[in-house]
């Protein structure tokens, strides 16, 4: 497999002989073609034969990753009818790096490992609690497996549904540290949100409190540097994401960091969907009321998170800090098979895992679900295996709603999304569009016992691309809270009817259509 440093060194050869033609074909359109016609000739052979190779090899890289049937198939017909569009973007978004290490473990296995070695001392390794739930049990075994996440069980947790009261939390959170406080962020806007939360950590950093921010570097695009330069001048530390010197032009565009974490003292975490912005807190006209979760962690959960966050500080930083914050005394766990608190299990996945862990921990609920399956998501793009899953547990008597926004804020995805509404509706699944703004929550309530808060989105992006983020739930007293707020959004949302969706214009139908068959490329 080629690194991604050659895959950007030949984007950016490319471009330059893109470049030359174009300036070749302005001159010998200015000079009427007499000084450099034999000269434009070679060249554009040289370009064939460049183009032709780079093509041929893609597709050969391309079926030799032994990837999805469809995407594959979706690749090499654009590869082939739209030769330079398609080897453009196909060095940007169409390489597998979970396959080729674009973020290779080779330099952080000796973290990793020690990693887990303090989490498991800190925390007792709480696998001896005993769940008569069977499909938790197999949950908690399958998280052990492909991601290393330890079982939690000394944890307090608070659901927020409110998006000013999230915020407010989390404002208040920060004020009060005394010590350190960990943020990771994928948009931060420069705005007057954007601005308050700057102050405020600008305050506690000259405070004496230790601040270090990760951000991320496309979507934090728009941040000016005088922004980011007053944090670092009041003491801060502060890292990019994935930065790049040619962000247009490479392979790590497609790969972002869609985390949202605050930790606060190593002892209370803040956790969800919500970014920092006026959009975020309602303030925008188009989207109206923004709705979304947070979660407040305290407890034996928020060491996996110090853990997750440290991880990637030294993907960016070089600066192993394990041992300074991941070493503490624990609370007093019980010797007994009596679960004390709420159990957690903090999941995070990316192109840096093995396995895409979000969405099999998802498959696996949905699929063995009893009673009902609740999703709430701002998005709804499906592989096969989730489709079948959900539409499966429809017709085998499951009950299966889900809330999704009634409005698009990115075009693309919201039209795939319904382009999935047919086929589910037909096995009896329920969806509701939400009404009252926008929903960008990203919920899923299993059996009134499990539930799934976080950064992942129900969809291909957040399952394959993004570094995502999301706390595992196995408890019925915080499933009671998750579901009233779920029944309340049921309030605000208008369902879907089948007869009346199959009325939809064609103009829909080809808008969904077309859309959803860029969903294998993303």
């Known amino acids: 497999m080629l690194s991604h440093k050659v895959w950007d060194t030949v984007t950016l050869f490319l471009i330059f002989l893109l470049s030359l033609l174009l300036l070749l074909s302005v001159v010998q359109l200015l000079t009427s073609g007499r000084i450099v016609a034999g000269l434009s000739q070679v060249t554009n052979r040289i370009l064939n034969i460049v183009f032709t190779l780079s093509i041929g090899l893609m597709i050969i890289v391309l079926v030799l990753e032994n990837g999805s049937p469809v995407r594959t198939l979706a690749w090499i017909l654009v590869l082939v009818y739209l030769p330079i569009i398609g080897f453009i973007f196909y060095l940007f978004f169409g390489r597998n790096w979970r396959k080729s290490r674009i973020f290779s473990r080779k330099g952080t296995e000796d973290i990793l490992n020690l990693q887990l070695h303090l989490l498991t001392d800190s925390m007792h390794n709480e696998k001896h609690i005993r769940f008569r739930n069977p499909l938790v049990v197999k949950l908690i075994s399958l998280l052990e497996s492909n991601s290393k996440a330890l079982l939690t069980t000394n944890n307090e947790i608070e659901i927020i549904p409110d998006t000013q009261d999230a915020l407010d939390a989390i404002l208040k959170g920060i004020q009060s540290a005394q010590e350190v406080i960990h943020i990771e962020y994928f948009s931060i806007a420069n705005d007057e949100i954007g601005q308050k939360f700057r102050q405020i950590l600008i305050e506690k950093a000259r405070a004496g409190v230790k601040i270090r921010l990760i951000y991320d570097a496309v979507g934090c695009w728009n941040l000016p540097f005088s922004f980011k330069r007053s944090l670092k001048q009041a003491g801060m530390e502060i890292h990019p994401f994935l930065p790049s010197p040619f962000p247009t032009i490479s ?272």
């Open 251 to 522: 392979s790590k565009l497609n790969y972002r960091n869609h985390r949202k974490l605050v930790i606060i003292d190593n002892k209370t975490a803040f956790l969800g969907g919500l970014n920092i912005g006026n959009k975020y807190l309602s303030r925008d006209k188009y989207f109206g009321y923004w709705r979304d979760s947070l979660l407040i962690l305290k407890g034996h959960s928020v060491i996996s998170l110090q853990a997750i966050f440290l991880t990637d500080w030294y993907f960016v930083s070089k600066q192993n800090l394990l041992h300074r914050y991941l070493i503490s005394e624990p609370e007093q766990t019980s010797d007994t098979d009596e679960i004390i608190g709420i159990p957690v299990q903090i999941v995070s996945s990316g192109p840096d895992s093995d396995w895409e862990s979000i969405m099999q921990v998802y498959f696996a609920a949905i699929a063995n679900a009893r009673t009902s399956i609740h999703i709430t998501s701002p998005y709804l793009v499906l592989n096969e295996s989730l489709l079948m899953a959900l539409k499966t547990a429809s017709l085998s008597g499951v009950e299966v709603k889900i809330i999704l926004p009634a409005k698009a804020d990115h075009y693309v995805v919201f039209w795939g999304s319904r382009s999935y509404y047919t086929e589910l509706l037909q096995a009896g699944v329920e969806i509701f569009e939400y009404k009252k703004g926008f929903i960008h929550a990203k919920v899923l309530i299993v059996d009134n016992e499990i539930v799934s808060i976080g950064t992942a989105n129900m969809d291909l992006r957040s399952f394959n691309h993004n570094f995502e983020l999301n706390a595992m739930l196995y408890d019925k007293e915080i499933s009671k809270v998750a579901e009233k707020q779920f029944q309340q959004d049921l309030l605000d949302s208008r369902m879907v009817i089948l007869d009346e969706f199959l009325h939809r214009s064609n103009l829909q139908r080809i808008k969904e259509s077309i859309c959803r068959l860029f969903s294998p490329l993303l």
